[in-house]
Nanobody, 115 residues
Framework: QVQLVESGGGLVQPGGSLRLSCKAS????????LGWYRQVSGKQREWIAH???????EYSDSFEGRFTISRDKSGTTIYLQMNSLQSEETDIYYC?????????WGQGTQVAVSS
């Protein structure tokens, strides 16, 4: 079992930046890839990026170069640095732990991009 708690969401102006955090706890965390998704109500969750315990990160083409995923030394907290945010990126952002068929989700953190 893995528990995930996101934080760092809030209101940001268009063109601004925000950094999200996701604190993970549970058994054998090093076996899981930790990642970020976002979802607008009624739509499918969209993959942003994930990072493995080795530190290797992968990104969706839609976000590479503008969003950066990272992790702390313990591997229990990951971050998502988001730059040049636009109003259409107002979403709930979710953290996910994945290993084979085992998936765990956090509750999400709301990001609102508005002037």
């Amino acid at each position: 079992q893995v528990q995930l708690v996101e934080s760092g969401g809030g209101l940001v102006q268009p063109g601004g930046s925000l950094r999200l955090s996701c604190k993970a706890s549970g058994n054998r965390l090093s076996l899981y890839a930790l990642g970020w998704y976002r979802q607008v109500s009624g739509k499918q969750r969209e993959w942003i990026a994930h990072i493995r315990n080795s530190g290797h990160a992968e990104y969706s083409d839609s976000f590479e170069g503008r969003f950066t995923i990272s992790r702390d030394k313990s591997g229990t907290t990951i971050y998502l640095q988001m730059n040049s945010l636009q109003s259409e990126e107002t979403d709930i952002y979710y953290c996910k732990a994945q290993r084979c068929e085992n998936n765990y989700w956090g509750q999400g953190t709301q990001v609102a991009v508005s002037s």
